[in-house]
């Protein structure tokens, strides 16, 4: 017996069930070791099997190629806005970013701090209801990286086809990692917190192209250089232990399930019955976001008042169905329906929003 809800938070999110279960069962002694895996040696025996485990389900999971560097390190996907620019953006060359949302426009402001940036797209015309093609957007001369959200958490809003460009593309897939499978040729560095659909607050975990490594600007402390995580095999200090042994678990639940490319199946069915729900509204629910860019991790909608929306919101979480808030800067509702979030989970969702507006009619 279990009393758990449906959990629609952004971010820390809903995990799988049967993962949370493992964990506390080996919790107080890891696997008969008289202590828990959070309280021993980062080097001993039992959490290096743990970590190359988790690395080596990552790199097979996500078919990352051999020329990446997978590292895991502390700092979010925030620290990553800073880190990004600091390593890559030398004196002389300049970056692009795609300005999306709330998310890409936090990576810009960050990097404005280190060098010259400059918006290759600029959603704000648009009320960041779309993604750019790539005929869209404006390289300029000098250009060493162009900067992309992948999924806009907040706005609802994903690439459906990553852009086509000569410079390597930095990416911050925070809320769609490991949802679906990556076209790594477009790519130079990858980035992303885990908490949005792979495991605990506390960990990012960064994809770079070896290439990318060879130019970057040593100028720094240790900390803040890929070069120096890449060489130490993300053991230059500490690593964030509990995250990284909770994500082997989230990506051997994956692998169980069926890989990558069934989560994907899987959460684009999940967000077209949501979708669904939208649209054969009446216009009852409204999504702002263009439908070829609609995100299948975060679906946000209207109602017709923001007292309705309230009303929603406050009625969903009596009915087992939490957290369905949009984030304070939009209003709105959001449903995040990550890879731990159930099928039953989004339908009980849909039926809810059916039986809301019957109930409810303007
Ligand atoms: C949540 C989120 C972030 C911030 O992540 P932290 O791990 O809290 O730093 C950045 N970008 C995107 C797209 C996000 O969804």
């Not at 426009?105 to 600029?122: C, F, H, K, P, Q």
Request: glycine share 8%; proline share 5%; with cysteine.
């Amino acid at each position: 017996m279990n009393n758990r809800i449906y959990n629609f938070s952004a971010g820390p999110c809903t995990l799988p069930l049967e993962v949370l279960e493992e964990a506390q069962a080996e919790l107080v002694d890891y696997k008969g070791a008289g202590m828990s895996l959070i309280e021993m040696s980062h080097r001993g025996k039992d959490f290096m099997d743990v970590y190359d485990e988790t690395i080596s389900l990552t790199r097979s999971i996500f078919n990352v190629p051999d020329d990446f560097s997978v590292l895991f390190l502390q700092g979010g996907a925030t620290l990553q806005f800073s880190m990004v620019p600091m390593n890559l953006l030398n004196e002389g060359k300049r970056a692009a970013y795609v300005d999306s949302g709330h998310w890409a426009r936090s990576a810009i402001t960050d990097a404005e701090s280190y060098g010259d940036v400059y918006v290759a797209w600029d959603g704000k015309d648009n009320n960041y209801s779309r993604m750019p093609k790539t005929d869209e957007i404006e390289l300029k001369d000098n250009t060493t990286y162009l900067h992309i959200t992948s999924n806009e958490t907040i706005g609802g809003v994903r690439f459906h086809e990553w852009p086509e460009v000569e410079v390597p593309i930095v990416s911050d897939m925070s809320s769609d990692y490991m949802s679906r499978p990556i076209r790594w040729k477009n790519f130079g560095l990858v980035y992303g917190g885990v908490q949005k659909n792979l495991g605990p607050a506390g960990l990012a975990i960064v994809f770079i192209r070896d290439t990318l490594l060879r130019d970057i600007n040593r100028n720094q402390g240790k900390y803040l250089r890929y070069d120096i995580h890449a060489e130490k095999n993300s053991m230059f200090n500490t690593p964030p232990v509990f995250p990284i042994y909770i994500v082997g678990k989230v990506l051997k639940w994956m692998s169980k399930i069926g890989g990558i490319h069934v989560i994907e199946r899987v959460a684009e069915e999940k967000a077209r019955l949501l979708y669904f729900a939208i649209d054969e509204s009446n216009g009852y629910y409204q999504c702002p976001v263009q439908k070829d860019c609609r995100s299948i991790m975060n679906v946000v909608f209207r109602l017709p008042t923001p007292a309705l929306e309230n009303e929603f919101v406050k009625q969903a979480s009596l009915e087992g169905l939490a957290n369905l808030k949009g984030h304070r800067s939009v209003g709105g509702c959001r449903a995040s329906i990550y890879n731990a979030m159930p099928r039953d989970g989004v339908e009980t969702l849909a039926a809810f929003m059916d039986i809301f507006q019957a109930n409810n009619p303007i």
